[in-house]
Protein backbone atom coordinates (compact mmCIF):
# COMPACT_ATOMS: atom_id res chain seq x y z
CA UNK A 1 0.00 0.00 0.00
CA UNK A 2 1.00 3.47 -1.14
CA UNK A 3 1.43 5.49 1.86
CA UNK A 4 2.44 9.86 1.99
CA UNK A 5 2.69 11.07 5.25
CA UNK A 6 2.91 14.97 5.36
CA UNK A 7 4.58 16.38 8.92
CA UNK A 8 5.65 20.01 9.44
CA UNK A 9 2.57 22.31 9.16
CA UNK A 10 1.36 24.72 11.51
CA UNK A 11 1.35 28.26 12.26
CA UNK A 12 3.92 31.15 11.21
CA UNK A 13 4.24 34.76 10.86
CA UNK A 14 4.73 36.57 7.58
CA UNK A 15 7.86 36.78 6.44
CA UNK A 16 8.48 33.34 8.20
CA UNK A 17 9.88 29.93 7.20
CA UNK A 18 8.58 26.45 7.08
CA UNK A 19 9.72 23.35 5.97
CA UNK A 20 7.09 20.15 5.34
CA UNK A 21 8.13 16.61 5.10
CA UNK A 22 6.66 14.02 3.38
CA UNK A 23 7.53 10.14 4.02
CA UNK A 24 7.03 7.89 1.47
CA UNK A 25 6.30 4.06 1.56
CA UNK A 26 4.71 0.82 -0.18
CA UNK A 27 6.90 2.04 -3.51
CA UNK A 28 10.27 2.11 -4.63
CA UNK A 29 11.10 6.25 -4.09
CA UNK A 30 14.05 6.74 -6.37
CA UNK A 31 12.22 5.75 -9.16
CA UNK A 32 9.42 8.02 -9.32
CA UNK A 33 9.08 11.74 -9.13
CA UNK A 34 7.57 13.45 -6.78
CA UNK A 35 5.12 16.46 -6.10
CA UNK A 36 3.39 19.11 -3.55
CA UNK A 37 0.20 20.64 -4.33
CA UNK A 38 -1.66 23.14 -2.07
CA UNK A 39 -5.43 24.30 -1.84
CA UNK A 40 -7.41 26.65 -0.11
CA UNK A 41 -11.53 26.54 0.25
CA UNK A 42 -13.22 27.67 -2.53
CA UNK A 43 -10.15 27.42 -4.48
CA UNK A 44 -8.86 24.70 -7.35
CA UNK A 45 -5.91 22.07 -6.24
CA UNK A 46 -2.35 24.11 -7.63
CA UNK A 47 0.95 22.30 -8.27
CA UNK A 48 3.48 24.00 -5.86
CA UNK A 49 6.34 22.23 -6.89
CA UNK A 50 7.77 18.85 -8.61
CA UNK A 51 11.43 17.27 -8.28
CA UNK A 52 12.21 14.28 -10.47
CA UNK A 53 13.97 11.10 -9.76
CA UNK A 54 17.28 11.70 -8.90
CA UNK A 55 18.32 9.99 -12.26
CA UNK A 56 16.53 12.67 -13.96
CA UNK A 57 17.60 15.83 -12.15
CA UNK A 58 15.16 18.22 -12.50
CA UNK A 59 12.59 20.46 -10.82
CA UNK A 60 9.80 22.28 -11.40
CA UNK A 61 7.82 25.41 -9.78
CA UNK A 62 4.84 28.24 -10.74
CA UNK A 63 5.66 31.68 -10.39
CA UNK A 64 3.64 31.66 -7.04
CA UNK A 65 6.71 29.41 -5.57
CA UNK A 66 9.83 30.45 -7.88
CA UNK A 67 12.27 32.30 -5.61
CA UNK A 68 10.72 31.53 -2.23
CA UNK A 69 10.04 27.80 -2.02
CA UNK A 70 12.27 24.62 -2.30
CA UNK A 71 11.88 21.29 -2.78
CA UNK A 72 14.57 18.60 -2.31
CA UNK A 73 14.61 14.83 -1.75
CA UNK A 74 16.36 12.46 0.38
CA UNK A 75 16.17 8.97 -1.13
CA UNK A 76 18.04 7.36 2.02
CA UNK A 77 15.05 8.54 4.28
CA UNK A 78 12.34 7.59 1.13
CA UNK A 79 11.18 11.72 2.28
CA UNK A 80 10.29 14.53 -0.03
CA UNK A 81 10.71 18.21 1.35
CA UNK A 82 9.27 21.68 0.61
CA UNK A 83 11.31 24.71 2.15
CA UNK A 84 8.91 27.77 1.58
CA UNK A 85 10.59 30.98 3.22
CA UNK A 86 9.11 34.09 2.91
CA UNK A 87 5.79 33.05 3.63
CA UNK A 88 3.01 35.45 2.81
CA UNK A 89 -1.44 35.40 4.05
CA UNK A 90 -1.73 34.00 0.66
CA UNK A 91 0.20 30.81 1.44
CA UNK A 92 -2.35 29.70 3.94
CA UNK A 93 -3.65 26.27 2.41
CA UNK A 94 -3.51 22.81 2.59
CA UNK A 95 -0.08 21.33 1.36
CA UNK A 96 -0.39 17.83 -0.13
CA UNK A 97 2.65 15.32 -1.16
CA UNK A 98 1.70 13.63 -4.33
CA UNK A 99 3.44 10.67 -6.12
CA UNK A 100 3.67 10.99 -10.16
CA UNK A 101 3.46 8.15 -12.27
CA UNK A 102 6.78 8.76 -14.02
CA UNK A 103 10.19 9.66 -13.23
CA UNK A 104 10.20 13.34 -15.22
CA UNK A 105 7.35 15.87 -14.30
CA UNK A 106 5.72 15.67 -17.53
CA UNK A 107 2.63 17.44 -15.74
CA UNK A 108 0.14 18.04 -12.61
CA UNK A 109 -0.64 13.99 -12.83
CA UNK A 110 -0.59 11.92 -10.02
CA UNK A 111 -1.18 8.44 -8.90
CA UNK A 112 -1.67 8.92 -5.10
CA UNK A 113 -1.90 11.78 -3.34
CA UNK A 114 -1.37 12.38 0.95
CA UNK A 115 -3.47 13.06 3.65
CA UNK A 116 -2.67 16.60 3.44
CA UNK A 117 -1.22 18.95 6.20
CA UNK A 118 -2.71 22.80 7.39
CA UNK A 119 0.19 25.80 6.57
CA UNK A 120 -1.34 28.87 8.24
CA UNK A 121 0.24 31.88 7.44
CA UNK A 122 -0.31 35.49 10.22
CA UNK A 123 -0.39 38.75 9.10
Known amino acids: EVQLVESGGGLVQAGGSLTLSCAAS????????MMWFRQAPGKGREVVSC?????????YYPDSAKGRFTISRDNGKNTVYLQMNDLRPEDTNIYYC???????????????WGQGIQVTVSS
Open 26 to 33: GFTFDDYA
Open 51 to 59: ISSSSKNST
Open 98 to 112: ARHPLQWCTGPVVAN
